[in-house]
């Protein structure tokens, strides 16, 4: 085994054991070395600022520093959240990545000529925009990786930045000699864009996931905070924390200052400092700090923060050494860094989660930069205006470490009474469960849980289980295995195996003969995970004679990536194929849906022109799970039948790009109303640029029918990607064309509503409907851009002719649109419609709609107002030889306008109201 | 031939469509069949399934049951109009009493279009419960579904009772102590 192999075949062992799909393998090690790059640069960036800003202006400046950064950081937020607003499209990572890349060039080429302004401006640059690229890449990794997959892959790549963190140490630490700091300062632009042409590639695996479905709130996230005492104490938590630790650096630094007066000396120093930061954290991330979360509790860890502070602050005032002082500055440094995140992040758990959600950025803020602030103001006020001395801030120091022991303390208190009330909730979210179960007395709950009597309590503890690695669960876990209830027995069966827990007394294998499905088919899945040879097991049931194991064997392998997938061979597939049976060509269908290849897809192809419509839809199943190009065009087939659409759909859509090609001919209309709208709404699941732009073409057709297929499709994937699909500008400009639209036919109806000859009710009813189509485009449209939820709702309100019902929707309008677009609203809607200038004249309403209508592009339209044309004396039918007669639904009425008299006596009886009196 | 506007028209007559839009009409009205009706002929007998609503548009049709004139549907009127949302047995017959035309909508063809048109079917479930929510305040006892509310009546009435003894105890102690 060479060095070189060494880690391919670690990065062999990690995927295997969280079980990667080949290109999930590839993306891994995409964002490992994005977050690598990003921390590296990162680190890189601080060593830059500190060691050039106490070069230059000594660490007693420090505090001037804290407060720049506070104030920068809020405008970038705020210009952040300007940038977004404009350029939705770029997006906010965009912004970030090109300002860090811009700023970071223009340093590295001003500082040679400007040092003193280009340091200070490096140093508020570093603590403020520099840091806020981290959250955007935990933002992507979410959006990459589902939740199931997050909960593994979230921690290696954590790994993967410490890493990151220590090699730009190192380097920034042992190379300043020869690159000097200049060198360092462009070494950290090349990382940035490396890391930006990264984040390109990898956006291209973006999913879109269904988010949550929020009630927005309109109350403040400061108001949420003011009336919760334990968020207040929180808060005031976490900020001592800040504060501590920022008085903490800042005497560190006056101490490194004096010994290292050398500017490259420091910035070696440094380097080294933060490489051994990161190794150590790395060390304790993966080792101990779970270990002491689980042992000590959540109390007694975070204390050791506090603990680890006086430690520093001792070692300190007592003089001691160097390699003390330093070693007792890593140690707090890790101890804040790992166990004062995790423990800050289960803190916030005992918070209701639409709560959270509310106030977790508002909490940040307050912390992060204003604790800062807070800092700088006081230790200004204590060095320059007091004039006291850095041994007074030690003991300020201590007297915060106190006060902040202190408010522990209440906290955990506070957080008890508060988790008790989550807990005893009937609904408990995953991520609540996740970091709760590292607390002892939630492990205590879940126990009681699983003996319980009550049946859905023990299925929900042995859900919340599979996350906890806690001995005494896994006893009451196995113990579950022997509940009367069948479902007991398959959540004890899915936690064993979420838990990689061995069967030792063989039960499991005995469920794969139970009648309950749910049982034996998680008997299935844990059986050929944990088997040694799962291969050959699963081979055993693959050929055996009971068809129903055979069937949920291949689900099990279809459902995940397993290596028991290696006893599915084509040799078997044909041989399920040759047999012709309804059951074995459902199973081979299946089966395919698990392998590769050009033969993999000969066969599906012929599965997908079986005539039985259930094995073309496993069939289908199987095409999306594998899709291939050289199925497209018996896709698009099966796309037209109504009973395989929905699958065919799925299928199209999981080919991407190569369909859309396919699909765009669909939407023009020769093939009937039906394929154009089954093409929007699959262009609309593919939601790829590409497909977009498809849909945007039609959007601007003439046809009403078209763009309302387009704009439907467009809002599906807005919700579905939650990223505007259209420029600002040009929603406005489709909303205002169809909400001039929606007046038109409006004022057309209210001509002729009061009408009592049912054929001009039609017409007005159909102006209505025209008029409501154009209304839900118009909203359509702006849902391109803005959040489709209230426009939906909107919507609803604003059909109706009630002011009171439209007042919210046209309140929320005038709230989000610019003013040049909302007074166009305004005027339709609070004005009322303008009476038309040119009078109509007594008794001509029903002509003049009948014009208007014979003028519109709506065949159905025109055919309406044909036959209503039988109640308007004073209309010149001459009007209908002028053109517009060649669709078939007007021609028909044209006929029979010139027949005349027949269909009208027909249809006199029909003037009354529908009867009551119809048999059933 | 009727023109699409004519059969929306008259399908418009049908008490479960009558709330339906133009252009869902036109839909159904494109789906809709013609179909002549001759004196003596039998539409329906009371075994066949309901698979389809009709409306007559001339001439005369008799429903009967067991050989009872239940009712005689006129041009503007429908019938057979539940068999878009209830595919049971019809009970009843429908025979021809006069010739003419009639136009019939197939539960197939109606749901096909409704697969396509989910405003169309919201349109009509509104209507089955407006229905059943005024058969609800007409007869409550009847209306009210198995698993829903109180499932023993009686334990309520026990309930009462025993408030009544408990009631008429206290006023009888209050009465001897007076």
């Known amino acids: ?920 | 031939m009727l023109t699409p506007v004519e059969r929306a028209l008259i399908l418009r007559g049908a008490d479960l469509l009558k709330d339906a839009g133009p252009r869902h009409l036109l839909g159904l009205a494109e789906a809709a069949r013609e179909i002549d009706i001759v004196e003596g002929d039998s539409l329906y007998v009371e075994e066949d399934p309901a698979d389809a609503l009709y409306m007559v548009v001339e001439g005369r049709v008799r429903l009967s049951a067991g050989g009872r004139t239940m009712s005689e549907v006129g041009p503007g009127e429908a019938f057979g109009t539940w068999s878009l949302v209830d595919p049971s047995e019809r009970g009843h017959r429908a025979d021809c009493i006069e010739d003419g035309l009639a136009v019939a909508l197939h539960r197939d063809e109606f749901y096909d279009m409704a697969a396509e048109e989910l405003s169309l079917l919201q349109g009509i479930v509104r209507l089955l419960a407006k229905r059943l929510r005024a058969l609800v305040i007409e007869r409550p006892d009847e209306a009210r579904i198995e698993g829903e509310g109180v499932e023993r009546p009686e334990a309520v009435m026990e309930a009462e009772l025993v408030a009544e003894a408990a009631k008429s105890a206290t006023a009888a102690g209050d009465a001897r102590k007076a």
């Open chain 1, 1 to 920: 085994m060479t060095v070189g192999s060494l880690p391919g075949r670690l990065f062999g062992v990690i995927t295997r054991r969280i079980i990667l799909e080949r290109h999930e393998r590839r993306l891994l090690l995409l964002m490992g070395a994005l977050v690598a790059t990003l921390f590296c640069a990162y680190t890189i960036a601080k060593v830059i600022r500190d060691a050039l800003f106490l070069s230059e202006f000594g660490a007693l400046a420090l505090p001037y520093g804290y407060i720049g950064v506070a104030l920068a950081a809020s405008g970038f937020v705020w210009l952040e959240s300007r940038a977004a607003l404009r350029f939705k499209r770029v997006g906010a990572t965009r912004f970030h990545q090109y300002a860090s890349i811009g700023f970071s060039l223009v340093a590295a080429a001003v500082y040679p000529l400007a040092r003193h302004w280009t340091t200070a401006v490096f140093y508020v640059w570093a603590g403020s925009q520099a840091m806020m690229l981290l959250p955007h890449f935990w933002s992507l990794a979410l959006d990459v990786w589902d939740s199931r997959r997050a909960r593994v892959v979230l921690p290696l790549l954590g790994g993967c930045g410490l890493l990151g963190g220590l090699l730009g140490g190192a380097f920034a630490g042992w190379a300043t000699p020869t690159v000097t700091r200049v060198g360092l300062m462009w070494t950290l632009s090349g990382l940035l864009i490396v890391a930006f042409l990264l984040t390109r590639v990898i956006e291209g695996h973006r999913a879109s996931r269904p988010r949550p479905i929020e009630v927005s709130s309109t109350v403040s996230p400061w108001k949420i905070i003011g009336r919760s005492p334990y968020i207040k104490i929180l808060a005031a938590g976490l900020a001592l924390s800040v504060i501590v630790s920022t008085l903490i650096d800042f005497q560190f630094k006056v101490y490194i200052q004096r010994l290292y007066p050398d500017p490259h000396a420091l910035t070696q120093f440094l380097g080294k400092f933060y490489a051994g930061l990161n190794a150590l954290a790395l060390v304790f991330q993966f080792s101990v700090g779970g270990w002491l979360m689980y042992r000590l509790g959540l109390g007694r860890s975070t204390t050791l923060q506090p603990v680890t502070a006086i430690l520093f602050l001792s070692g300190l005032a007592l003089g001691a050494g160097w390699w003390i002082v330093v070693g007792m500055r890593w140690i707090q440094g890790v101890v804040f860094q790992t166990l004062g995140k995790s423990s800050a992040e289960i803190y916030f758990m005992a918070v209701g989660s639409r709560e959270r959600r509310r106030i977790k950025p508002a909490v940040d803020t307050l912390v992060d930069r204003w604790s800062d602030a807070v800092v700088g103001l006081l230790l200004i006020v204590l060095l320059r205006v007091m004039g006291v001395g850095v041994a007074v801030v030690a003991g300020l120091t201590l007297a915060f470490v106190v006060g902040w022991i202190v408010v522990l303390v209440v906290l955990h208190r506070a957080y008890g009474r508060a988790f008790e009330q989550t807990l005893s909730s009937r609904w408990l979210e995953p991520d609540v469960a996740e970091e709760s179960m590292r607390v002892p007395s939630a492990r205590k709950a879940l126990r009681e849980g699983l003996h319980a009597d009550d049946e859905s309590r023990i299925v929900l503890a042995l859900k919340l289980s599979e996350r906890s690695g806690d001995k005494e669960i896994a006893r009451a876990v196995r113990g579950c295995l022997r509940h009367s209830s069948p479902s007991v027995r398959a959540a004890a069966v899915e936690a064993m195996e979420a838990m990689r827990l061995r069967d030792e007394d063989g039960v499991i294998r005995g469920f794969i003969v139970e009648s309950h499905e749910g049982l034996r088919r998680a008997a299935i899945r844990y059986l050929l995970a944990r088997d040694p040879r799962p291969a050959d097991l699963a081979r055993k049931w693959l050929d055996g004679t009971d068809a129903v194991l055979r069937q949920e064997t291949v689900d099990a392998l279809f459902d995940g990536p397993s290596e028991a997938r290696a006893a599915l061979t084509l040799e078997w597939v044909d041989a399920r194929l040759q047999s012709g049976t309804r059951e074995d060509l459902l199973v081979a269908a299946r089966a395919l849906g698990t392998m590769t290849g050009n033969a993999t897809v000969q066969r599906l192809r012929t599965l997908l022109a079986n005539p039985d419509v259930e094995v073309r839809r496993v069939a289908l199943g199987s095409a999306e799970h594998r899709p291939s190009r050289e199925l497209l065009d018996v896709l698009l087939s099966l796309l037209l039948l109504p009973e395989v659409s929905y699958e065919a759909r799925r299928a199209l859509a999981a080919l991407g790009n190569p369909a859309v090609p396919a699909l765009k001919p669909l939407l023009d209309g020769k093939h009937g109303a039906r394929a154009q709208g089954l093409a929007a709404r699959t262009l609309a699941r593919l939601a790829s640029p590409r497909a977009v732009g498809a849909l945007m073409a039609i959007v601007k057709s003439r046809e009403a029918s078209l763009r309302d297929i387009g704009f439907q499709s467009l809002t599906r994937v807005r919700v579905n990607t939650d990223k505007p699909v259209l420029p600002r500008s040009a929603a406005h400009k489709f909303f205002l064309r169809e909400l001039a639209e929606y007046r038109g036919f409006l004022e057309r109806a209210q001509l002729i509503e009061g009408e009592a000859a049912p054929e001009v009710r039609l017409l007005a009813e159909t102006f209505r409907e025209s008029s409501e189509s154009a209304l839900h485009r118009a909203l359509g449209a702006l849902a391109c851009w803005y959040e489709p939820k209230p426009l939906s709702g909107a919507f609803e309100r604003l059909k109706s002719s009630d002011a009171k019902v439209a007042a919210p929707a046209l309140e929320y309008l005038g709230h989000v649109l610019p003013h040049k677009v909302f007074r166009h609203v305004s005027r339709i809607f609070e004005e009322g419609p303008k009476k038309k200038e040119t009078a109509v004249a007594e008794g001509e309403p029903l002509a003049e709609a009948i014009r208007l209508a014979w003028r519109s592009d709506d065949g159905w339209l025109r055919a309406c107002a044909v036959r209503a044309s039988r109640h308007a004396q004073a209309l010149d039918r001459n009007l209908f030889a002028t053109g517009g007669g060649d669709d078939p639904l007007v021609q028909g009425e044209l006929v029979s306008l010139s027949t005349g008299g027949k269909a009208s006596d027909r249809l006199a009886a029909e003037s009354a109201p529908a009867s009551p009196r119809v048999a059933c």
